[in-house]
């Protein structure tokens, strides 16, 4: 099939590089020259695993190009919005005007039978009015919502092998003429037996909405425990694997530590909240803002650890942070916890510096005070404490007894909870972690 992708950020570039790698001729649109120029060499603009090699791969099969012309989508049959759909400065509300801005450059572009495919995170009602808007310009053309359900660090495989389609027609219908066009483009994963839904409109734009809250509220819960477990005693992780044997409950995604952060959890339950208000339906959420309130509260806690673990006073202290990511094997540093701890330790008078092997350009874009050093063995120099904020593979395999030789006091905060405590605690580290002993 001949696919337009608008958008080409987190979503868009991988979901268009999986697009021709599933066999469809694929234009990548976007009005970011400096990302389409990058793209065009077949050179990422942001780390994501594997996505150079797939771009690569793909391009030499002439199925993918990328352009800033919009004109280059009119002739392609689907059309996928996947542009950003940030918090709104100041509210809590999500900013739809860059996906306002994508359908109305696309509109002049339609033909009659294509479909145009929303990917993009919104709150419920946006889908409704964006194809009432396609509707008046191409009577033709039908418009769908198929949200994603990628994880940043592993988009390239989850786009290709999804755990799940959900498909969003007008009126629900299975036999929707929409239904069979995306079956062709998702021909190969649907072979390989994934699951497809097919709901209304609302629904998919609520399922995307109700699993991004879901994954929020049980990290907050378990960041929850471990407030109780540092006021009790306590160990979060013990704690954690013994309900997670529960297969209803199940252990993923219950790491208690900094907290959730990046360009999607944090925004998208607050974009929940402020779209169940204005639909009168807010009670049913004010769970959210507990969950928000849990999440926040352990940026604060670590710098309070912090400040215990330099025996009670910041100023002056020289503090590493280890990654600077929202989670490792990304670059993202959007609302990542690691930086936001880093910038109110310096606040509060420590010396920072934050290493990290992907993330330290888009930190230092968003942070320019703080200080940055690649090299691990160098940020770590005379170091009055390390603080693990994001669990790179690396800060996981550190050599207490070596890195003891470097830093200038041996004391750790484990705001992962990723390290062997006693075999940091017999090298001579005072080893914190987040709700343990
Ligand atoms: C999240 C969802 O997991 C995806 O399904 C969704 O498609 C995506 O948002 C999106 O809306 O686009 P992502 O933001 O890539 O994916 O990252 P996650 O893997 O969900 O991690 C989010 C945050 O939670 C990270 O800061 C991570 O460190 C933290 N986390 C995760 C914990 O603190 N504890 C855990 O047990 C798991």
């Known amino acids: 099939m001949k696919i337009s992708v608008i958008g ?9 590089a999986c697009m021709a790698k599933l066999g469809h001729d694929v234009v990548g649109i976007d009005v970011d020259e400096r990302k389409i120029a990058a793209l065009s060499e077949a050179k990422s603009p942001f780390y994501e695993p594997g996505l150079d090699d797939l771009l690569e791969e793909v391009q030499a099969t002439g199925r993918l190009f990328f352009t800033t012309d919009m004109a280059a989508a009119a002739g392609c049959d689907v059309h996928f919005i996947c542009v950003g759909t940030p918090q709104k400065k100041g509210e809590n509300g999500a900013d739809l005007s860059y996906v306002d801005a994508a359908t109305s450059t696309l509109l ?39 949200p994603e359900f990628l994880r940043e660090g592993h988009a390239v495989s989850d786009t290709l092998r999804p755990d799940r389609l959900v498909y969003g ?4 219908s299975e036999d929707h003429p929409a239904v069979t ?35 929020a509220t049980k990290i907050s819960f378990v960041n929850a425990m471990a407030e109780v477990c540092e006021a009790s005693g306590a160990d979060v992780t013990q704690l954690a694997d013994a309900i997670g044997l529960d297969d209803r409950i199940g252990r993923k995604f219950l790491n208690a530590g900094v907290g959730f952060g990046g360009g999607c959890l944090p925004k998208d339950i607050r974009a929940f909240m402020a779209r169940a208000g204005e639909l009168g339906a807010d009670q049913a959420l004010t769970f959210l803002r507990e ?16 400040r215990e673990l330099c025996d009670g006073t910041l100023l002056g202290k020289r503090i590493t942070v280890l990654g600077a990511a929202f989670k490792p094997e990304s670059d993202d540093v959007r609302d990542s916890p690691a930086l936001s701890i880093a910038a109110q330790l310096q606040l509060q008078g420590a010396v920072v510096t934050v290493t990290d092997p992907k993330a330290l350009a888009n930190a230092a874009g968003r942070f320019p005070e703080l200080h940055y050093e690649l090299d691990t063995d160098k940020a770590v120099q005379r170091a009055d404490a390390l603080l693990l904020l994001t669990e790179w593979q690396q800060y996981r395999d550190l050599e207490p007894y070596a890195l003891a030789e470097l830093v200038g006091v041996p004391r750790i905060l484990d705001g992962r909870n990723v390290l062997d405590a006693a075999k940091w605690r017999a090298a001579g580290w005072s080893y914190r972690g987040l709700g343990r002993p």
Not at 169 to 172: D, F, K, L, R, Y
């Open 169 to 172: 027609v007008e009126g629900g």
């Open 108 to 146: 002049p572009h339609l033909r009659p039978g294509n479909i145009v495919v929303g990917k993009s995170t919104v709150p419920v009602g946006t889908a409704a009015r964006l194809a009432e808007w396609v509707r008046q310009v191409e009577p033709l053309t039908q418009m769908m919502w198929n």
């Open 8 to 16: 080409c950020g987190y979503l868009g570039a991988v979901h268009a």
């Open 291 to 306: 969950v928000d309130a849990i999440n926040m509260r352990r940026r604060t806690r670590v710098v309070e650890l912090t």
């Open 181 to 215: 066009t995306l079956d062709a483009v998702y021909a190969s994963p649907l072979d390989a037996g994934t699951p497809r839904l097919v709901t209304d409109l609302a629904t998919a734009e609520l399922v995307k909405a109700a699993a991004n809250s879901f994954l």
